[in-house]
């Protein structure tokens, strides 16, 4: 039981009178002081010979107690599906069982709390775009959460939506020139099944296993065989994101991120500059890509590798960790190549013939960071989808900034990634609405003058060329402003009895700024402009 009682009152003497309840010894005794300030008692009592409700109607008569109450029973509210085989999905909650570490993992359990996946906060379906070899399309886990074309009607030979593909309604297979996404062949759709089921296993159905993001669309383009393939196929993802762009989501697909689970060992990005700069297009219209690094204990820097090595900003490369949180010996690394580590070897997925089996190496700890990116879409914030409307490539980059700000950091991939740390999963939501309680301080606006009080900024947006008024402040104060990475791109210290500055930031690159006004710390205006160059 917890008991308050009144101030000046010994609590030893409050429990006196309960030595007993119908002759019958109750054994009562304080177990703590749980609040000082408040005079709250913990109480035990002997439960097998008094029963609970008959004591507190006794104890709850007497003057100098002023609450009793049941001592509940609390248990953590993380969401976990009721997929059978979750539990032998250690990536998303690690006990530490068959050679694991206890929480080697990417703590989904409380990343699903905040959000499990489906539609933005505008009602926009996200999509994750996965490159492999196909899927098995009538997989019972995998088939409630496939893409489909709905702008397209299928079999009729005719491109109905006009986004350069004739009759792609399930998605595409750049092999054939069709929409057959099954793979075709003995081993066609083995890979990709089990890469598909860690982005976007329906989860919660009392079916088989979790993806990372139950409720997500998953757009599959079976191709990648060459370097002129994967070019080919990316080329499907991005001409549904830029359609959906330029038609405001009558057509097209909102693709966020896309996953390669393949690629060239060994592979010089100056030797594939078309390849490489896919991803820079990708990013300019709002898609985030991720790539599995090579299954080799090589460090990436020196040897290469394709995609991972490549210097995109629009692309996460991503290494292999094991249950035991230390990285995979047979994957590559490289603190300037690869970005971060995420839970691969023996992950328990989808399987080709409707079936689950354990995956591994670089193909599956890649799409636990895709899925994640599709994951963060989902999270309400009017202010990031303002962003990520008008300036898609801002929110692509922000995306990353969410994944890799929201790493655990272990010691065994200091020196071997950039960030040093392995993926997880609620710390890049945290990171996410962090931000996103910082943007909805301002109101965002898209018109000529942003307008806070007597703070003004404008042209806005502008080509980089702006000028801030304000009030009328004494010396010691500073302007600064930031880029939408947190990084400051401008200070001047003010003049006394100036209100007005002229900032010449023209050499920056389209996108959001933030501006803050501070005096010896604190804030006292703030504001947001856009720079848009022609």
């Known amino acids: 039981l917890l008991i308050q009682i009144k101030e000046g009152i010994k609590i030893e003497e409050t429990l006196e009178p309960f030595r007993f309840l119908n002759n019958i010894p109750t054994e009562i005794k304080v177990v703590k002081q749980v609040s000082r300030h408040n005079r709250i008692w913990l109480i035990s009592f002997n439960e097998t010979k008094i029963n609970i409700d008959d004591l507190i109607f006794s104890i709850k008569n007497d003057r100098n107690i002023l609450i009793v109450q049941k001592n509940h029973l609390l248990k953590n509210r993380t969401t976990t599906p009721n997929d059978p085989s979750f539990s032998q999905q250690w990536q998303y909650v690690n006990s530490g069982l068959n050679g694991g570490l206890a929480d080697a993992d990417i703590d989904a359990d409380l990343a699903w709390d905040f959000t499990t996946g489906g539609l933005t906060i505008n009602g926009d379906t996200i999509v994750v775009a996965i490159i492999d070899d196909g899927v098995d399309t009538n997989h019972a886990d995998i088939k409630p959460n496939l893409w489909k074309n709905f702008h397209e009607i299928p079999g009729n030979s005719v491109d109905d939506d006009q986004n350069g593909y004739v009759d792609d309604f399930k998605g595409w297979n750049d092999d054939n020139n069709n929409d057959d996404i099954s793979g075709g062949g003995f081993f066609g759709g083995y890979h990709g099944t089990s890469v598909i089921g860690i982005v976007g296993a329906k989860g919660d159905n009392n079916i088989g296993v979790a993806g990372v993001n139950w409720n997500v669309k998953l757009m599959i383009v079976v191709g990648g065989g060459n370097e002129a393939q994967a070019v080919s196929a990316y080329s499907y993802v991005l001409e549904n994101r830029i359609l959906y762009n330029q038609t405001n989501g009558a057509k097209g697909a909102f693709v966020v991120s896309t996953n390669a689970s393949w690629g060239q060992d060994g592979g010089q990005p100056a030797q594939a500059p078309l390849w490489c700069a896919m991803y820079d297009t990708l990013g300019k219209y709002g898609i985030l890509n991720c790539g599995a690094t090579a299954n080799q204990n090589w460090n990436i820097d020196v040897k290469g590798d394709l995609p991972t090595a490549c210097p995109s900003d629009f692309l996460i490369a991503v290494t292999n960790t094991k249950n035991n949180d230390v990285k995979e010996t047979d994957a590559g690394f490289g603190i300037v190549s690869i970005d971060l580590g995420s839970p691969g070897t023996d992950t328990y997925t989808t399987s080709k013939g409707n079936s689950y089996a354990k995956f591994g190496g670089t193909s599956g700890a890649t799409p636990h960071v895709t899925g994640t990116i599709g994951l963060l879409y989902s999270l309400p ?33 200091q020196g071997l990634t950039g960030t040093g740390g392995r993926l997880n999963m609620y710390g890049s939501v945290l ?10 301080s301002v109101s965002f606006t898209n018109d000529r003058q942003n307008r806070l009080m007597d703070f003004k900024i404008f042209p806005n947006p502008s080509n980089g060329k702006i000028r801030i008024q304000y009030p009328v402040i004494s010396p010691s104060a500073a302007i600064m402003v930031f880029n939408f990475l947190g990084e400051m791109v401008f200070e001047s210290t003010l003049t006394e009895n100036e209100n007005i500055i002229g900032i010449d930031l023209s050499q920056q690159p389209n996108g959001l700024y933030f501006i803050s006004l501070k005096k010896e710390g604190e804030i006292l205006e703030k504001g947001k402009f856009v720079i848009s160059k022609n």
Do not use: Q
């Open 381 to 413: 914030c009017d202010s990031f989808m303002n962003i990520a409307k008008i300036y898609p490539d801002s929110a692509a980059l922000l995306m990353k900034k969410f994944i890799l700000e929201g790493v655990d950091t272990l010691s065994s991939l």
């Open 431 to 440: 990171a996410f609405n962090e931000f996103c309680s910082t943007l909805d």
